[in-house]
């Protein structure tokens, strides 16, 4: 379907203008490149047409006269004028001898000389004094003129005959002769104008052509987007699975192809992280609202002992606390999703936060005798937000407790190393098998769920603690051991105070 919009027009378009200026610029270079090569070409065919009769008149001229002044009458006059003519110009350069054969054989030569050249050569020859001396036959009535004509120097110039026509001439004199050789300019201007009728006549076959070419072209070499957009139009949530046909030859297409497709792999594993969020959070919810609801009906369908009601409302109150602390937990993830990056405004002293967080922590551990120590605290500063700094080194701190069994350890560290800061938590717990590694910081992920619903946790501490480090351009990492412990790393920028 033909549309000025649409890409493959645009490329035509573009490539017919481009060819355009193309065939303009090359037309007008070849037109003005032919005009001065045909003229540099006959100038030097005129000059070495010159230096050929120069070449050719002068050793002759050496020995007759180059004009005949009347016809001889018998041989005893010929002797006697020859003989005056010897004594009379003993000292000119050249002698008269048979003055009329020599002086025929040169012009007849001449003559021979201008038939068998291919061009309309006109040749005139007159002696020093302006007498003529030979003329072509082409010629005619016509004589060529030119009145400076420089001595021992080939001159060319363009003269004009009667009719107005303009002549290439060149002239040269010699001590003997003035020659002149002249070629009409109008051949070169048929030629010149041949070619230009020869370049207006095919440059718009050549664009037609082009145009046609070039939206074939187009259109061929954008039939895979056409396939591309069709099959893409089809793929919805119901079939994420599906994939663009990947291109043979690896061109743009074939890596615009292969980026839609890496496209479509993070839509469909965020996706199924969406589906498996929704299903671990109904699950989650679920759980504790069976609980209150059970508690609830147990309380209303028969009158219970004061000391009964005081359970059900404190099991109540737990699994209440329970759907808040969830709630907070896909408030944080929620916000973690709108938008990655904190606002980080103000210089957090790290070390200040770990020691309240010390004191704090130190009350649980105690209750559960577990020994809770600090290895070594630098002064580090910072560039962040405080509040979840603190609630992700709590997290940290508190999973630790949970997982570590009495009289376990647990021991903290916040080192400065060059310009990161590292703060890590050692502990002696139950450990994570190398596979879960990664897997615990995804959001429900339980290493042993129904032991961690007993300890109260909600699968979420460890994935928000993965989000506040990420917002701070910093990481988080675990190396573990099933019955061996763990010990988290947190690695973020510092700053100067």
Known sequence: MFSFSSIKTKLTLWYTLILCGTLFLFGMIAFFSAETQLFRNLDLSLRNEVLWLKNFIEPKAKKIRLKKHRALQSKQEADSILLAKKVSRIKEEFIVEDDTTEFDVIWNQIYQHTLLSPKKQLIQIEDRNGDLLYKSYSLGEETLYFEAVPINTTKLVTIYDKTGKPLRL??????????????????????INSLFSILLLLIPVVILVSILGGYFLANRSLAPVENINKTARNITALNLNERLQKNKVDDEIGRLIETINEMFDRLQQSFELMKQFSADASHELRTPLTIIRGEIELALSSKQS????????????????????????????????????LHLKEAVPLHNIIN????????????????????????????????????????ILDNAIKYTQPK???????????????????????????EDHQKIFDRFYRVDKGRSRSLGGTGLGLSIAKWITESHNGKISVQSEIGKGSTFTITIPSVKK
């Open 170 to 191: 060149a002239v040269y004199q010699s001590k003997y002769a003035k020659i002149f050789v002249a070629y009409p300019e109008t051949d070169v201007y048929e030629i």
């Open 306 to 341: 004061s000391e009964e009601y005081q359970r059900i409302l404190a099991s109540i109150l737990e699994e209440t606390v329970r759907l808040s602390t969830i709630t907070d937990g896909l408030l944080t993830l929620a916000q973690s999703e709108r938008s990655d990056q």
């Open 356 to 395: 309240e967080l010390f004191e704090d922590i130190s009350l649980i551990a105690s209750a559960k005798e577990i020994k809770l120590t600090k290895k070594q605290i630098d002064t580090i500063n910072i560039l962040g937000d405080s509040i979840r700094l603190r609630q992700l080194f709590l997290n």
């Open 408 to 434: 376990g350890e647990v021991a903290i560290s916040l080192l400065k190393n060059g310009t990161m800061a590292e703060f890590i938590v050692q502990d002696s717990g139950i450990g994570v098998a190398i």
